[in-house]
């Protein structure tokens, strides 16, 4: 089993910057590609960015490419996304997910790939 928790999120106006923290605990936590997934009210669950779980390999949505960037510490079992230059329609809760993976450059961006989730972090940005 894997925990996941989420932290970081909040209201921030049009423009500004926020650092999602996802604090994993349980079995060995190296071996996951790392993903994070929003859900804005009235919409289905979409994906953010991933990490492989050797961090060699990163993948964003195009929506936030060049403004967000994913991150891991292994050695803290922490996941990062810094979001910076963020939009209204960046409202949404975040989730970070975990996936078993042999592959350390694989990644996953389905959200029906991932076993464990978080209970996700609210983002609200103002306009």
């Known amino acids: 089993q894997v925990q996941l928790v989420e932290s970081g999120g909040g209201l921030v106006q049009a423009g500004g910057s926020l650092r999602l923290s996802c604090a994993a605990s349980?079995?060995?936590?190296?071996?996951?590609?790392m993903g994070w997934f929003r859900q804005a009210p009235g919409k289905e669950r979409e994906f953010v960015a991933v990490?492989?779980?050797?961090?060699?390999?990163?993948s964003y949505a195009d929506s936030v490419k060049g403004r967000f960037t994913v991150s891991a510490d292994n050695t803290k079992n922490m996941v990062y996304l810094q979001m910076n230059s963020l939009k209204p329609e960046d409202t949404a809760v975040y989730f970070c997910?975990?996936?078993?993976?042999?592959?350390?450059?694989?990644?996953?961006?389905?959200?029906?790939?991932?076993?464990?989730w978080g209970q996700g972090t609210q983002v609200t940005v103002s306009s």
């Open positions: 997910a975990a996936k078993p993976s042999i592959d350390p450059s694989r990644w996953y961006s389905r959200a029906s790939e991932y076993g464990y």
């Open positions: 349980g079995r060995t936590f190296s071996r996951y590609a």
């Open positions: 990490i492989s779980w050797s961090g060699s390999s990163t």
